[in-house]
């Protein structure tokens, strides 16, 4: 059964305070790993794809990597806007008709 | 912006009653999709369409229905509305170029069955 799953659960950090987030997966035959970022009472905004192990992909302070059972999204110096709930993705292979596999999420809170 | 609204943001219904909720696109998108997120859950498929006319299930399907007639909207109702089914439902079409696979998402209904 393909699967995500995100850990911590839940992050506070100080503003600054540099730090990972983990989402390990396990699916037959990957086409795509997704990073989202979710605000409150807001859909997920989409952030990056990956699409092979050893790929890495940078938006400002976020940088997402890839391997071939987990990705990380680290975050360089964070600041108080980067509090928000990040989704972590996957796009099986077969018939799937692109539908998208999603991990439970990672809440972040960055405190001045 | 990938040019998604969805209808209405908020509704509170009564047990048993049909509701209908609705997604609307503008940019010609093949592909629609409908999740459900929940807490302690991530986000569930309801139902997909792969153009007009065309759908199939997703993971959680039971208790919902949808239509799709034209390009531009997928429905999605719920023939018999139960509590079970109060939830944050997402509407989403899946993108081209940059990202391409990635799915866009509205800022969703919050529907609350009473």
């Known amino acids: 059964e393909d699967q995500v799953t995100q850990s911590p659960e839940a992050l506070r950090l100080q503003e600054g305070e540099s730090s990972s987030l983990n989402c390990s997966y396990t699916?037959?035959?990957?086409?795509?790993l997704f990073w989202y970022r979710q605000d409150p009472g807001k859909g997920p905004e989409f952030l990056f794809t990956?699409?092979?192990a050893g790929e890495e992909k940078e938006k400002e302070r976020l940088k997402a990597t890839l391997t071939k059972k987990e990705s990380f999204l680290h975050i360089t110096a964070p600041k108080p806007e980067d509090s928000a709930t990040y989704l972590c993705a996957v796009q099986a292979g077969g018939g799937s008709q692109g539908n998208l596999i999603f991990g439970k999420g990672t809440k972040l809170s960055v405190k001045p | 912006d990938a040019g998604i609204t969805q209808s209405p943001r908020h509704k509170v219904t009564e047990t048993g009653t049909p509701v209908t909720l609705r997604c609307h696109q503008t940019?010609?998108?093949?592909?629609m999709y409908w999740y459900r997120q929940d807490p302690g859950h991530g986000l569930r498929l309801i139902h997909y369409s792969y153009g007009v006319k065309d759908t199939d299930k997703g993971e959680v399907s039971d208790g919902y229905s949808v239509s799709r007639s034209k390009t531009e909207d997928f429905l999605l109702t719920l023939e018999s509305a139960t509590s079970s089914q109060t939830s944050v439902y997402f509407c989403?079409?899946?993108?081209?170029?940059?990202?391409?696979?990635?799915?866009?998402f509205g800022n969703g209904t919050r529907l609350t069955v009473t």
């Open positions: 989403a079409i899946r993108g081209t170029g940059e990202g391409t696979g990635a799915l866009h």
């Open positions: 940019e010609n998108h093949r592909y």
């Open positions: 699916v037959s035959g990957l086409r795509g």
């Open positions: 990956l699409y092979s």
